[in-house]
């Protein structure tokens, strides 16, 4: 009988519970995602396994030639010997494995058998299961290994004929949100709520066979869900060719896990700082360019500015804030004739002055800024800060009524709070699209506003994108943290230019001894 959603979610935080008498919430992912792949893995391989020993019963072979015919017409991937030459040679699988945990070393054990199987399977699984630091006896006892992987074991077998991709997808991305709603920061750094996702896959709207890129994929959500938004519109979510990089190995394998659990198969996932060392390039040395570029990098993040980089259009970003420098990286990863692309920053990307404001300058007089879409306060687990989604496309792929302008959607006010967080609806969602593709001004109606606001209107105001200055909220503002915040560093940019202007008068008049 197949499994249901509920059966195996709760089986596998079951699982997870036997963790928190070794280590906090936020490291549970570091533990339960390797197992639960492998169990993945071995309870496939196992199944088809099966399959092979009733079709060929009759071979006289030894196991080396066995395994080698099975690999060649049966599995996709290997399951190989390990601790060969014992009484009863073991595979590195789980059920192997699984039968000695009353005995000593059982994460050593682990540990060997996940390094066989990445071994086994560079193409598939290099560096797979990260730094497994957690099967060390000093970070995990192992007899709370030993009642992990039991209770895990209590989970039905993960493999097709028992439990469809979606379902075993879905447990995945479950544990992900409840690991990031019971542990905060850590665990939210990698893990974006899945309808803010959903929301800028909308906005792009990826098509058959067509390329996506996320330059910060983190646990690979935008990815799975550009090829799922797709196939829920009636096309073909397999036949899209999906990319990420992200720099924490151990959260770039949390990615590749995902997605071969989502049986998606043409994907690639490098590892690496997308801004020091970007991994996807052409053969001459360039970035490599995509047609969807998607992206929730980390906000105001300091770095070590480029110092000759192509990528720098209008400037370099300055080192106490990366985010124009990832937007960088994007506009210089779009496709030239297709390209698009949508990323999620703070407001402050809007209205910050110096470097950032020129590269701001650049970017407009480029026409490739397409929509900004202010989102609403306290939708992320690891900041509460209101944030804004900015869509980029070239001038010459946009059409004609969008070109020359911006189009600005305030939805601040559109969400349902719930536990820890606000959160979008679908209908939020639904009106947010609607309102983006339609771009029509929309003047408040069900706390949604919208207008198409000209580049000249832009320039006059300073190349200042600051939402308020083009679309006046009718309601009150919420007086939460986020917004007190967000209309502090308003008030501050302000300040800061209206300085400025004052300073280039005062010198214009020969007054001397002004600093900034």
């Avoid at 390990?82 to 789980?94: D, M, N, Q």
């Avoid at 800028?200 to 067509?210: D, F, W």
């Avoid at 200042?464 to 009150?476: F, V």
Wanted: aromatic share 8%.
């Amino acid at each position: 009988m197949a499994v249901t959603q509920q059966e195996i979610e709760n089986r596998l935080w079951d699982a997870a519970d036997e963790l928190r008498v070794a280590m906090p919430e936020a490291q549970y992912s570091s533990v339960v995602f390797p197992l639960m792949f492998w169990k993945y893995l071995s309870d496939t391989w196992e199944h088809t396994h099966q399959t092979f020993l009733k079709e060929n019963e009759e071979l006289d072979l030894s196991v080396e030639e066995a395994d080698e015919v099975e690999y060649s017409n049966y599995q996709t991937f290997k399951i190989p010997i390990i601790f060969p030459g014992t009484v009863a040679e073991r595979r590195a699988s789980w059920s192997s494995i699984l039968a000695t945990v009353a005995q000593h070393g059982l994460g050593q054990r682990v540990r060997a058998s996940l390094q066989a199987i990445e071994s086994a399977n560079p193409d598939k699984f290099s560096r797979l299961f990260g730094s497994m630091t957690w099967t060390s006896e000093a970070v995990l006892p192992g007899e709370v290994l030993a009642s992990v992987m039991r209770a895990m074991d209590r989970t039905p077998k993960m493999h097709e004929d028992n439990m469809s991709h979606d379902v075993l997808g879905g447990a995945y991305e479950y544990l992900l949100k409840r690991f990031s709603d019971g542990s905060g920061t850590r665990a939210g750094q990698f893990f974006t709520p899945r309808e803010v996702v959903e929301l800028i896959i909308e906005l792009l709207a990826p098509k058959n066979h067509e390329s996506v890129y996320d330059p910060t994929c983190g646990s690979g959500g935008m990815l799975i869900a550009a090829a799922s938004l797709l196939k829920s519109h009636g096309g073909r979510g397999y036949t899209l060719s999906l990319n990420g990089q992200e720099a924490v190995t151990d959260t770039a394998g949390v990615a590749r896990m995902n997605l071969f659990m989502h049986n998606l198969t043409e994907f690639k996932v490098e590892v690496g700082d997308t801004l020091r060392d970007p991994r996807f390039k052409k053969p001459d040395g360039s970035v490599k360019q995509f047609d969807v570029i998607v992206a929730n990098p980390p906000y105001s993040m300091k770095w070590k500015p480029w110092t000759n980089d192509p990528r720098a259009i209008g400037g370099v970003a300055p080192q106490s804030s990366a985010d124009w420098a990832f937007v960088q990286h994007m506009i210089a990863s779009m496709d030239p004739k297709k390209g698009r692309a949508g990323v999620v920053l703070p407001h402050g990307v809007l209205f910050r002055v110096g470097q950032e404001a020129a590269i701001r300058k650049r970017v407009l007089d480029a026409d490739l800024l397409e929509a900004v879409v202010g989102l609403p306060a306290n939708l992320f687990y690891n900041t509460t800060i209101p944030t804004c989604i900015l869509v980029f496309r070239a001038r010459d792929t946009k059409t004609p009524e969008r070109r020359d302008g911006v189009l600005f959607i305030d939805a601040s006010t559109r969400f349902t709070k719930a536990k820890n967080r606000n959160v979008l609806t679908d209908v939020d969602i639904t009106d947010v699209v609607s309102t983006f593709h339609s771009g029509s001004d929309v003047c408040g109606e069900a706390g949604l506003s919208a207008r198409f606001v000209p580049t000249t209107e832009i320039v006059a105001n300073g190349y200042d994108l600051n939402i308020g200055r083009y679309i006046k909220k009718a309601a009150a503002e919420q007086k939460d943290l986020g917004t007190l915040i967000d209309a502090y560093n308003i008030a501050r940019a302000e300040r800061q230019k209206t300085e400025q202007r004052m300073i280039e008068v005062l010198t214009a008049a020969g007054i001397e001894g002004f600093d900034e």
